[in-house]
């Protein structure tokens, strides 16, 4: 029996001590590091305007209507708790495509393949910059702006590779839009 009650209190012990090093200790220093290193990220990269939060800048969201870049289709609806890719058979997956080829009115053999097929997350917040150029026209007109402004606009929100040789150039779409909402559309000549 005393055996049994000294293995128990070491047991015990044990697990008090791992509660505590591996339940707090560690938590508290990987939130810390994280805080450190990597304070937006750790934060959610959250995008504010006038003190409300409008998204972050690390997940993608729907854009409807001709005045807004679109950002790559998502196949969980942007809901940040569904996050994944759509696992479509080959046929239902070239079907999809083409029924957002008609829906966005682009050519599937032309257009960025981040125009027409999601992401695996289903929330990348960032285009190509080819997918976001298509974009130009459409959306200088619905907003009576120079193509070439906009198109400007995209060229200033094109960011390269991470450390010069990890992914690909890209565009945030919330970041682009919030820059194109913040343009003035020029002003009509005075009547005189």
């Known amino acids: 029996m005393h055996s049994f009650v000294k293995q128990s209190w070491a047991g015990l012990r044990a697990m008090l001590v791992l509660t505590v090093a591996l339940g707090l200790l560690y938590p508290a220093l990987v939130w810390g590091l994280g805080q450190a290193v990597a304070r937006d990220q750790a934060a959610g990269s959250l995008v504010r305007v006038d003190g409300a939060v409008i998204g972050s ?3 993608g969201q729907q854009w409807n209507g001709d005045e807004w870049f679109h950002g790559r289709p998502s196949a969980s609806g942007y809901a940040g708790d569904t996050s994944g890719g759509s696992n479509l058979s080959g046929s239902a997956l070239a079907a999809e495509v083409t029924r957002r ?5 682009l050519d599937p053999a032309t257009a960025p393949a981040d125009a027409l ?3 695996a997350s289903g929330l990348d917040p960032d285009v ?3 997918y976001a150029s298509s974009q130009v026209a459409r959306v200088a007109k619905a907003r009576g702006l120079d193509p070439a402004r906009v198109r400007a606009l ?3 929100h094109t960011y390269g590779r991470q450390l010069g040789f990890l992914g690909q150039p890209r565009v945030n779409v919330l970041q682009l839009n919030l820059a194109l909402d913040a343009l003035a559309a020029p002003m009509a000549p005075a009547a005189g």
């Open 128 to 130: 190509s910059p080819a």
């Open 101 to 105: 080829a008609q829906t966005s009115r």
């Open 117 to 119: 097929t999601a992401s």
């Open 57 to 59: 800048s690390l997940i």
């Open 154 to 156: 995209v060229l200033d």
